[in-house]
């Protein structure tokens, strides 16, 4: 595969893993929203949870990739702390283990 193909198909599955987490920050405000009038139930309270924490980490990475040579120092600190990654964008072999 040549290099312009391997970036095309980088840029499509990172735009797919966006979408899906903005889809699940979405569902998560709809749950935020619904907690003011009832109560949640178990499984809704832990997908709030985990998209907060998904939220959080996003921060950090943001924060890495505006620096000065940032593009070129995130991929090496996803090697050295792969759990960095919201979980939309870990691969799903990753979020077995």
Do not use: W
């Amino acid at each position: 595969m040549n290099t312009v193909e391997e970036i095309k198909e980088l840029l499509h599955k990172n735009k797919m893993r966006l979408y899906k987490e903005l889809q699940q920050s979405k569902e998560a405000m709809h749950l935020i929203k619904k907690s003011t009038h009832t109560h949640l139930n178990e499984e809704e309270k832990e997908k709030i949870k985990i998209q907060l924490l998904d939220i959080c980490k996003a921060i950090p990475s943001f924060a890495v990739f505006m620096l000065p040579g940032g593009a070129l120092l995130l991929p090496l600190l996803i090697k050295l702390i792969p759990d960095i990654l919201p979980s939309a964008f870990r691969d799903e072999d990753e979020q077995i283990n």
